[in-house]
Nanobody, 121 residues
Framework: QVQLVESGGGSVQAGGSLRLACAAS????????MGWFRQGPGKEREGVAQ???????RYADSVKGRFSISRESAENTLTLQMNSLKPEDTAIYYC???????????????WGQGTQVTVSS
């Protein structure tokens, strides 16, 4: 059974940090394309960051230099370290998987339930 469960969301002041985690079961995170997405109030869902099965990463321009995606292989967990948070980062954050080494090889067909991140000014 493929499952993704996000955790680590919460409320922080602008400039603060949060670390999100996505615990996976039913597949191996370190050899899969994994991604973080977010949807803010009244906004479209957008891709935040992704990491492929070879360790290659990509980031949305809006989070470059502030966010870092990584994997905790021993825990089969995907993480998103978020620093220098801004109010515009407020959103529900979702992790997703393609169950494929390359991020261009399949749709994002597995999703977690989301975790709320709220950044106040």
């Amino acid at each position: 059974q493929v499952q993704l469960v996000e955790s680590g969301g919460g409320s922080v002041q602008a400039g603060g940090s949060l670390r999100l985690a996505c615990a996976a079961s039913g597949f191996i995170v370190s050899t899969s394309c994994m991604g973080w997405f977010r949807q803010g109030p009244g906004k479209e869902r957008e891709g935040v960051a992704q990491i492929d099965g070879f360790g290659g990463t990509r980031y949305a321009d809006s989070v470059k230099g502030r966010f870092s995606i990584s994997r905790e292989s021993a825990e089969n967990t995907l993480t998103l370290q978020m620093n220098s948070l801004k109010p515009e980062d407020t959103a529900i954050y979702y992790c997703a998987a393609k169950l494929w080494r390359t991020c261009s090889g399949a749709d994002w067909n597995y999703w977690g339930q989301g975790t709320q991140v709220t950044v106040s000014s």
